[in-house]
């Protein structure tokens, strides 16, 4: 049995446990990271839409609380990772944010638009409902539905109009807005026809968060990482965490005994394996469709009450072919191959319906996306991050999405050593990191198909060529 010492050691090679190694590295402390499969973020983290969440699509919510995380995490990135180069939000001279576009930039200058349904869509009508619950609920988000739009509408305001480089802190003046700031100015009408959804029912706002490019993000935090000093380890599962004298002991399943003074697990849907007190830990099983080409230009969400009834467009890129990744209010229990199923019809019937290209797309693909969620007491969910110690020495911690693993990153630093992260980067070079790296999930599946096509293009043969005399 072979053994290796570190101050940490992190279980997990998703988004949150790769920001967290790497901020624990880049400020000096020997650490490791465990994957259990060949490559990096390969599971929840490589099945996420591409859209960073900046706060635009939580400032529907009325609670405070998930708006000021969202925006915190604007500033975070702000504050300790702005010595990345890919890491292109920018604060203009008037203390606005922008996003310059150049070769391995994290984000897309590209707003994520919202087409909210008006109070006059049959989403609200109130003849047509399944029983006294369903037209209770239809009836609650008739009279409360307009009231939450022109918060909605406020805030995006606020965060336009926000001064970054001024001393109040975003997180804070940003949710706060009122009626002051209400403006029916920033809204317009839908007005793209590869889009199927009604004028007369629908307006559209421009939000404020953006596409990302996950796999730019990945390889400069790897590159940070393993330039900083620290070690991966892929291809390795953790079976056990043993206490052992003031140090951590993690058992692999090829025998190997890794010394560590403090674990980081951050093993997204397999937590439960881990962790004593998962109960409010859940796993969901969301589907996503693949279309190529893509059926839409515009990156937006088609914002209704009624979660079942929403749908998401992205658009994204590889190797210079254009598609659509598209997603929907539909959730399943992992652990249920039919409630699976059915989550992933219904998602191709409304995508059917809202986009009249998708029956001449070249491939049409679904996959299951995996959110590891933190639920609330009250059952609703939750879109925190944890931290949580649940043994001497070891924590938890699920970021809860893509977005927040930089703050997750941040505070467990600052909790583990009550210190400040250092900025500085040594990166080591991309080529040498790159094994580590793969692709999104959305972006293997055009890639793969491409290929093949390429291949049964070369074996049919070239056409004879016609000589001209």
Not at 126 to 141: Q, T, V
Not at 365 to 370: A, D, M, N, Q, R
Request: charged share 25%; net charge neutral; with cysteine.
């Amino acid at each position: 049995m072979s053994s290796d010492r570190y101050d940490y050691a992190v279980v997990g090679g998703g988004i949150a446990g790769l920001a967290t190694a790497e901020i624990l590295a880049r400020s000096g402390r020997s650490v490791v990271l465990i994957e259990r499969d060949k490559q990096l973020c390969l599971q929840a983290s490589a099945s996420q839409h591409g859209w960073f969440h900046f706060g635009s699509l939580y400032s529907i919510f009325p609670q405070n609380q998930f708006l000021r995380t969202m925006v915190g995490g604007v500033e975070d990135l702000l504050h300790y990772y702005t010595a990345f180069q890919g890491m292109n939000i920018d604060v203009t001279k008037e203390g606005r944010l922008a996003f310059p576009q150049h070769d391995g930039a994290w984000f897309r200058d590209e707003a994520i638009e919202y087409i909210v349904c008006a109070r006059n869509d049959p989403d609200f009508d109130m003849r047509s409902f399944d029983g006294i619950r369903d037209y209770a609920k239809k009836l609650f988000f008739l009279l409360t539905w307009e009231t939450a739009i022109k918060q909605f509408i406020s805030r995006h305001q606020r965060f336009h109009k926000h001064n970054w480089a001024g001393e109040v802190p975003a997180s804070q003046w940003i949710p706060r807005a009122g009626w002051t700031d209400y403006s029916r100015e920033v809204i317009t009408k839908p007005d793209d026809s590869n889009i199927n959804l009604d004028r007369d029912t629908h307006f559209r706002i421009v939000g404020y968060d953006r596409p990302m490019r996950a796999s730019a993000i990945i390889t400069d935090l790897v590159r940070s990482l393993v330039g900083s000093g620290g070690e991966i380890m892929t291809s390795t599962e953790v079976e056990r965490i043993e206490q052992a004298g003031g140090m951590r002991r993690l058992i692999t399943k090829d025998d190997r005994d890794i010394g560590a003074g403090k674990v980081i697990v951050a093993a997204g849907k397999w937590l439960g394996h881990f962790l004593q007190r998962s109960q409010d830990v859940k796993v969901v099983a969301s589907p996503l469709l693949v279309a190529y080409p893509a059926v839409a230009s515009r990156n937006f969400v088609r914002m209704t009450p009624f979660v079942e009834k929403s749908v998401n467009h992205l658009h994204h890129v590889v190797d210079g072919h254009a598609y659509s990744l598209i997603g929907g209010g539909y959730f399943a229990d992992p652990n249920d191959a039919t409630a699976v199923d059915r989550a992933a019809e219904k998602l191709k019937e409304m995508a059917r319906n809202v986009f009249p290209g998708l029956d001449r797309t070249e491939m049409l693909e679904s996959y299951l996306g995996y959110k590891t969620e933190i639920v609330a007491q009250s059952g609703e969910r939750n879109y925190q991050y944890l931290v949580r110690e649940v043994d001497d020495g070891v924590f938890a911690v699920v970021p809860g999405k893509f977005s927040l693993a930089f703050s997750l990153a941040v505070n467990m630093f600052k909790r583990l050593t009550g210190e400040v992260p250092a900025v500085d980067l040594k990166l080591k070079a991309a080529a040498e990191i790159k094994p580590y790296i793969g692709l999104t999930k959305h972006a293997a599946l055009v890639k793969t198909f491409n290929k093949k096509k390429t291949a049964t293009q070369e074996m049919e043969g070239v056409p004879d060529l016609v000589i001209h005399h």
